[in-house]
């Protein structure tokens, strides 16, 4: 993504800046003109140009970096004659800015999936990153995965108070969303539904009131024991919102995990109960044999077994998130500043979606090392002649 402070020869420079300047194109409308309108530059100085700001904050980003190597690195290959400190005030006034790119990415792209050519998935989930030496939550990104492309469909980065909800999803209407048990929430499931988008989302047994349809309290545990092994089961029941709408109508699945999959759930639920200082209810430990899922499709649209089939997908956000952390490392995070933790967060993502971009937009890499046509900026440039 940046130039390595170490150079192979007298033409790695001008190899890694034709490289950069077709990288740039894969960049949203109106991406340099709002560095000056987010504040992240007031005037052209040291720093010539909104391309070499953007060089900066990937070098320091990117390569985990300090400052003081980040400025070393810009004076050695010519971008910029500056010292650590003024690396530090460029990437404080960088946020907005990288935001900005990072809202119009996703706006150009209207990314979203359609699976099984009936289906729009939308899936979100959400991570923790520390900061240096912290035993908790300093930031959470929010995420949305793009199945069919396979990558990212949206970000949003937020401090310790920013939860996991659904209303932070701006959906379509035909939209499917899935989510995982933190997002069983009934005021945020029913804004789901007000914008006629549709659930797919796992919850905990006694995360939700349930009622029958006619206003009685329904017994999930109850009718979920006469499962049989490896069948679903589907009931519809209905949760209140409040006083000033009328109750969510939902479709209940459920089914039987296996005896090894139960024994890991009770398990982690013992160890939870043993560290928070309480007994686990024998009530706790038997729904822990079994999966829920909510869901507002009905029968027509999908079974309870396409409704299961369809929460697997789910997984793949876990995958993505794995991979940047582990790959990409967004949770090494070593800056205490907030503006600075959050150009180096934000840089991290905007990476790894050209990453994405380069697999996904441009997968043939051209033997002649340019575009045919002006208007393919899909396409990535790449010198193969070294490779004979």
């Known amino acids: 993504m940046v130039q390595s402070v170490s150079k192979k020869g007298p033409d790695s420079v001008a190899e890694f800046d034709e490289q950069w300047t077709f990288l740039l194109r894969f960049l949203p409308q109106g991406w340099q003109d709002a560095a000056w309108s987010t504040g992240a530059i007031r005037r052209l100085r040291v720093v010539s140009s909104p391309a070499d700001l953007l060089r900066l904050i990937f070098a320091y980003s990117w390569n985990d970096w300090s400052l003081r190597t980040t400025a070393a690195w810009a004076s050695r290959t010519g971008l910029a004659d500056m010292s650590d400190v003024a690396v530090l005030k460029r990437l404080r006034h960088a946020p907005a800015w990288l935001g900005f790119i990072l809202d119009r990415w996703f706006q150009e792209r209207d990314i979203g999936a359609a699976v099984a050519r009936r289906f729009r998935l939308v899936i979100t989930d959400g991570t923790t990153i520390q900061e240096p030496g912290s035993h908790g939550t300093t930031w959470r990104m929010h ?20 939860a996991e909800s659904l209303t932070r999803l701006h959906l379509h209407p035909g939209d499917v969303v899935l989510a995982d048990r933190n997002y069983a929430k009934p005021h945020a499931l029913a804004g789901v539904v007000d914008q006629d988008a549709e659930l797919v ?56 995990k296996s005896s090894a999959a139960t024994a890991r759930s009770q398990r982690k639920a013992r160890t939870k109960a043993k560290g928070k200082g309480y007994q686990v209810s024998a009530t706790t430990l038997e729904a822990a044999q079994y999966v829920f899922i909510l869901t507002t499709l009905a029968e027509a649209d999908a079974s309870a077994e396409e409704i299961l089939e369809l929460y697997r997908l789910r997984w793949q956000i876990e995958c993505a998130f794995k991979r940047v952390k582990t790959l990409l490392q ?8 907030p503006a600075l933790a959050q150009t180096y967060l934000l840089a991290k993502v905007l990476g790894a979606l050209l990453v994405d971009a380069l697999r996904t937009d441009g997968p043939d890499f051209s033997p002649y090392g340019f575009p045919v046509t002006a208007d393919s900026p899909r396409r990535v440039a790449f010198d193969a002649s070294h490779l004979g």
């Open 330 to 337: 967004i949770d090494h995070l070593r800056a205490f500043d």
């Open 143 to 162: 995420a949305r995965w793009d199945l069919a492309a396979g990558r990212w469909g949206g970000m949003e980065l937020t401090d310790v108070h920013g």
């Open 201 to 256: 989302v796992r919850f905990g047994w006694n995360a939700l009131h349930w009622e029958t349809l006619t206003g009685d309290r329904w017994d999930l545990l109850g009718a979920v024991r006469t499962l049989p092994d490896g069948a679903p089961g589907s009931w519809w029941a209905q949760v209140r919102v409040g006083k000033d709408r009328s109750p969510l109508r939902l479709r209940v699945i459920a089914i039987r």
